[in-house]
């Protein structure tokens, strides 16, 4: 045995190996891209002292142009990775300067024996060489773009991969030998969740939805490229860092599904004009319509469609009339005919449909609300669906063990973040995959059981500030309400000293409040792993109006908690959706948005109980009443630009204006004067103010980042003179891949 010295340093529960590079929490493995591990190993090994910018990007890229945004993205995902919280800090941000490292390190040296003599181990370069490599732009010999790979150069990718199939047979009989042996023999532990995690793909942008091709050596999987403005399906080889795009519609493609011959890949196509499955060959070529269905809206994160495992049908989700909630049906690729499988009676309906690997069960999530699901199964010869889970959390998709055993989830279950759980397909309590980390995404199997491929998701949602002059023009804006979970929602008190906000800092969705300047900051309650928000002052200021998913039945509902905190009361009982609340002038009463006739419209109801009563007739989903208590100014939900009023006392509903498609975002807020509200332009975000007096739109502002688009986040101070929105300072998504996977 040869004798080695074991380089590492030790933080907290951490140790960071210098020797094979890894990162290990209490002896588990964490995965780390490699450029997060040189990042974490910079800062760590900076003696506490302070790293500009300009210096981690010189040591982390030496020969690469990056931009400030890649760093931050690398600390983030560190921050998130260490799970530090505002008690036990690692990593401090020192503002218009740089980072520190502010926990206490050890550096230690031992001398040991390697684990597994007679066997040659690669070397740290030959590893690094097979990881997928970051994507930036080289100073020299840059990569060609992964959108214009020819099929030609991929077909010629996958004949060098048949014509050594047999050596790479003899490597897999050598790897699971060496596997049984360590299995049997070896000391350490058995344990299921030892794997090793590595990147798949490192592009800018949003990459998800992986789908293993049936041999398991390629993956297709759902980009929005590198500037994030349009999802296409593409597929690549492990092992080699360039794509194949198979799509180039300027519609957005997602769900991607292999055939079981591994020739074709079917995915869904949403546009204005409707939604649709495809199918398109593997190395690219023409497409063919499979069916179109009622429009999508459910988030694209499952993935899923999925193909019966002999080939001929696909499991989508469909339903009859826009009434109904979305069903199950097997689809005949060969005559285009469906048949249903599910038949819910309420709520979104049936979602992410997955054939288990043996052909006998479909599993799936059916959706009472948006955020709100459980895991069901249904035999695909016919019957009863059973429901496997019972706690109405957030669902983001699925997959099946090879055995067809087990099925494996996304989901909220024990905070605010989405992990990873399995579970028996018989039923059985959920068990944590604790050596996957948070953020997890859409799990793919492959077929051979032995890879498991997610999505690790980055988003990082921040409170900033802009102050106006007496003209109403924004100087440059402050961030002021931070973390590195997502913070959104803010209201200012009445009084202006106070600013409320949800976070999930504190492990699951809450309500916090702050001080005006962003200091002192105080969880008045914590929902779990219920979906939270849009928290409302009332005018007098003791109260806070929010809405959550924390009722048994999982509908989202309207509460109310003191300012000074307490127990919340439930203010809304029906079982149909009840969500964003706003308060009437005089304090008494709530508006918010409800489906409880149908279709999503605006409710009224007293505080101290009482009957409610609807306002709108044809649409809406949020609003704020008049200062002068004389009209309500609504929009209409996603889907529907513009802001409209109604007269309180009855009359026509009207549109107000729909410039630059306000109201389509939930960033806006009435004032005496007019409608401040944030507009999407090509050109980027922009704060804009309609004026109730000329009807005319003039510029307030231009945001520097994209603003949260599923929560609200604009409030504007009492005086008039500040307003507050919530931005996304960091967002992304890539796929990794756990080897070993049982």
């Known amino acids: 045995m040869h004798q080695h010295v074991k380089h590492f340093y030790q933080f907290g529960p951490f140790h960071l190996e210098l020797t094979d590079r890894t990162l290990l929490r209490d002896g588990q493995f964490v995965p780390l891209t490699p450029k997060a591990y040189e990042t974490l190993l910079v ?85 690094e060489a097979r990881q997928p490599l970051e994507s930036e732009t080289r100073l020299a010999n840059p990569r060609p773009s992964p959108a214009t790979i020819s099929r030609a150069a991929w077909g010629a990718q996958l004949l060098r991969i048949r014509r050594f199939w047999p050596a790479a047979l003899l490597g897999v009989a050598f790897v699971a030998a060496v ?7 070896s000391p350490r532990s058995q344990s299921t969740s030892q794997f090793r995690a590595v990147p798949l793909t490192s592009f800018q942008g949003r990459e998800w939805q992986a789908a293993f091709s049936p041999s398991g050596n390629q993956i297709a999987f759902m980009w929005d490229g590198p500037q994030g403005d349009n999802p296409d399906i593409y597929i690549k080889l492990l092992g080699d860092e360039t794509p194949l795009r198979l799509t180039t519609n300027p519609s957005a493609d997602s769900k991607p599904a292999w055939s079981p011959d591994g020739n074709f890949i079917a995915f869904l196509r949403q546009s204005a004009e409707g939604s649709a499955f495809y199918l398109i060959p593997a190395l690219g070529g023409a497409e063919r319509k499979l069916a179109d269905i009622s429009p999508y809206r459910i988030p694209s994160l499952g993935n ?38 599910t038949s819910p009676s309420a709520g979104n309906g049936d979602h992410y449909p997955a054939f288990s690997p043996d052909g006998k069960t479909l599993a799936f999530v059916r959706v009472g609300s948006w955020s709100t699901g459980d895991l069901y199964v249904v035999p695909v010869a016919g019957g009863e669906s059973r429901r496997l889970t019972f706690d109405s959390l957030t669902i983001s998709g699925l997959a099946w063990t090879s055995d067809s055993r087990e099925i494996l989830f996304s989901s ?9 759980w399995r579970m028996p397909a018989a039923g059985g309590p959920p068990r944590r995959v604790d050596t996957i980390g948070k953020d997890v995404v859409s799990p793919a199997v492959s077929l051979q059981g032995d890879r498991l491929a997610y999505t690790q998701t980055l988003d990082d949602m921040n409170i900033w500030r802009v102050e106006l002059d007496s003209s109403r023009r924004g100087k440059p804006a402050v961030e002021l309400i931070a973390s590195t979970f997502s913070d959104h929602g803010p209201d200012y008190s009445p009084d202006g000293s106070s600013i409320v906000f949800a976070s999930g800092r504190s492990g699951g969705d809450g309500i916090w409040v702050c001080t005006s300047d962003g200091s002192a900051p105080r969880l008045l309650f914590d929902c779990g792993p219920y979906v939270t928000g ?64 149908g279709s999503m419209q605006i409710w009224k109801a007293p505080i101290g109980g009482g009957t ?71 050109a980027g975000s922009l704060l804009e103010f309609f004026s109730f007096a000329t009807a005319q739109v003039s510029d307030v502002a231009r945001l520097a980042k994209g603003l949260g688009r599923h929560a609200p986040g604009l409030a504007v101070s009492p005086d008039g003179r500040s307003i507050l929105y919530a931005q996304v300072d960091q967002s992304g998504s890539d796929l990794i891949m756990a080897e070993g996977f049982r």
């Open 304 to 341: 899923s469609p999925y193909f019966s495992p002999d080939g001929k049908y696909l499991a989508i989700p469909d339903k009859s009339t826009a009434e109904q909630p979305m069903s199950l049906f097997l689809l005949s690729l060969e005559t285009g005919e469906k048949r249903r499988l």
């Open 534 to 597: 849009t928290p409302r002052w009332s005018p007098d200021g003791r109260w806070i109006a929010y809405d959550s998913r924390s009722g048994s039945a999982g509908n989202p509902d309207i509460y109310l908690v003191s300012a000074n905190g307490g127990q919340p009361r439930r203010l809304t009982t029906d079982t149909a959706e009840d969500v964003v609340p706003s308060w009437s002038r005089d304090g008494r009463s709530l508006y918010f948005g409800s489906t409880r006739s």
């Open 179 to 185: 596997a049984f042996w360590q299995s049997v023999w």
């Open 412 to 420: 909220r279950r024990g905070g605010s973040t989405v992990n990873l």
């Open 612 to 682: 409610a009563v609807q306002i709108t007739r044809d649409g809406g989903f949020e609003c704020f009443e008049s200062p002068d208590g004389k009209h309500l100014y609504y929009t209409k939900g996603r889907g529907s630009p513009g802001i409209w009023r109604v007269s309180l006392d009855g009359g026509e509903e009207r549109l107000i204006t729909d410039h630059h498609q306000a109201g389509l975002w939930r960033y806006w807020r009435v004032v005496d004067e007019g409608i401040y509200f944030d507009s999407a332009t090509k």
């Open 43 to 127: 800062l760590v090994e900076s003696g506490g002292r302070i790293l500009d910018k300009e210096e981690l990007l010189q040591k982390i890229w030496p020969d690469t142009f990056v931009e400030e945004v890649s760093l931050a993205k690398k600390i983030s995902v560190l921050r998130k990775t260490l799970g530090e919280d505002l008690a036990h800090p690692y990593i401090e941000t020192i503002p218009r300067r740089g980072y520190r490292f502010v926990a206490s390190v050890q550096e230690v040296r031992q001398e040991g024996k390697d684990q597994y003599p007679g066997i040659e181990t690669p070397s740290l370069p030959e590893l």
